[in-house]
């Protein structure tokens, strides 16, 4: 497509709950990168995904959180058993291999947990 | 591990003046990056620097690397309302896979 695709763009869930976020990368963009923005806050790194290559899953905050990316295109991100401190917004973005035109973000997914 | 710094984390201008924000990393880098987002949006790619002393120009945004490749600053001249935002550096560790973002800058510009 001609952006990067995230949905839902809202998602309100109760505590306790298991979400799952969606991102459709830009076509032919080997690299998908997940982030997590709380309010007025930075980009918090969660998860990078380099064509077939293991995932770099270094940012994830704790095991309730997981990532695949199905034949290097499309990205779910897994929220189990979700916590109030998981409200934020999730950021995809997508680039090509080298980024030399930098990350292209989605439009992020607001979660929010009550 | 690799940290990207940047100062200041607000700045409140009157339109019209000039605004610079700084960017530090700890280590070496290969390129950086600039986005800005807009409030209630998602960044937005604007430039990538990448030789030694390199200074690049888009309108009233002027972009530099420093000669050690270990700093970056964006400078606005004259801010109008539409560069309401904050704005995040970017920088790839030589040898690294993703870029390290810092913390953005958050501008407020007062008509």
């Known amino acids: 497509g001609a952006g990067v695709s995230q949905s839902p763009s809202n998602k309100v869930t109760e505590k306790g709950k298991d979400v799952e976020l969606r991102c459709d990368p830009i076509?032919?963009?080997?690299?998908l990168y997940w982030y997590r923005q709380s309010l007025g806050q930075g980009l918090e790194f969660l998860i990078y995904?380099?064509?077939?290559?293991?995932?770099?899953k270094s940012g994830l905050p704790s095991d309730r959180f997981s990532a695949e990316r199905t034949g290097g295109s499309v990205s779910t991100l897994t929220i189990q058993r979700t916590q109030q401190e998981d409200s934020a917004v999730y950021l995809c973005?997508?680039?090509?291999?080298?980024?030399?035109?930098?990350?292209?973000f989605g439009s992020g997914t607001r979660l929010t947990v009550v | 591990g690799q940290q990207v710094m940047q100062i200041p984390q607000y700045q409140h201008v009157q339109e019209g003046e000039d605004f610079t924000t700084y960017c530090n990393s700890s280590t070496t880098l290969s390129n950086i990056q600039w986005y800005k987002q807009r409030p209630g949006g998602h960044p937005v790619f604007l430039i990538q620097?990448?030789?030694?002393?390199e200074v690049k120009k888009q309108k009233r945004l002027t972009f530099q690397f420093g000669e050690a490749k270990k700093n970056s600053s964006l400078h606005i001249t004259a801010t109008q309302t539409t560069d309401v935002g904050t704005y995040f550096c970017a920088g790839f560790g030589i040898g690294g896979s993703r870029l390290t973002f810092g913390e953005g800058t958050q501008l407020t510009v007062n008509p």
């Open positions: 620097l990448v030789k030694s002393g």
């Open positions: 995904f380099q064509g077939n290559s293991a995932p770099d």
């Open positions: 973005a997508s680039s090509s291999r080298d980024s030399l035109y930098g990350y292209t």
């Open positions: 076509s032919g963009h080997t690299a």
